[in-house]
């Protein structure tokens, strides 16, 4: 019943920004766990970044000091802002919750990293 979808994903120049955005339908998120994952062609989905109910954020390595997630509890919108962004940051990006025990995912937006 609780559904989430990606948007805000395209083709964007090496040092450019995009903003990712998440918005879940059927339930409110204001005190679940958030998270984003990117799976890049022929690698595993990694975790990308998360966030907590209170705000407390945490970062891949690859993308510390780049990317910055955030969230809008009021519009139960997640949010992935992503500066300087490189070639390899190139994947299908998604966003992750739970709602108790049931697990929830997007079903992403591509972003490409292209001169």
């Known amino acids: 019943q609780v559904q989430l979808v990606e948007s805000g994903g395209g083709l964007v120049r090496p040092g450019g920004s995009l903003r990712l955005s998440c918005a879940a339908s059927?339930?409110?998120?204001?005190?679940?766990?958030m998270a984003w994952y990117r799976q890049a062609t022929g690698k595993e989905r990694e975790w990308v970044a998360s966030?907590?109910?209170?705000?407390?954020?945490n970062y891949a390595d690859s993308v510390k000091g780049r990317f910055t997630i955030s969230r809008d509890n009021a519009k139960n919108t997640l949010y992935l802002q992503m500066n300087s962004l490189k070639p390899e940051d190139t994947a299908v990006y998604y966003c992750?919750?739970?709602?108790?025990?049931?697990?929830?995912w997007g079903q992403g937006t591509l972003v490409t990293v292209s001169p």
């Open positions: 059927g339930s409110t998120f204001s005190r679940n766990m």
């Open positions: 992750n919750g739970y709602w108790g025990p049931l697990e929830v």
């Open positions: 966030i907590t109910s209170g705000g407390s954020t």
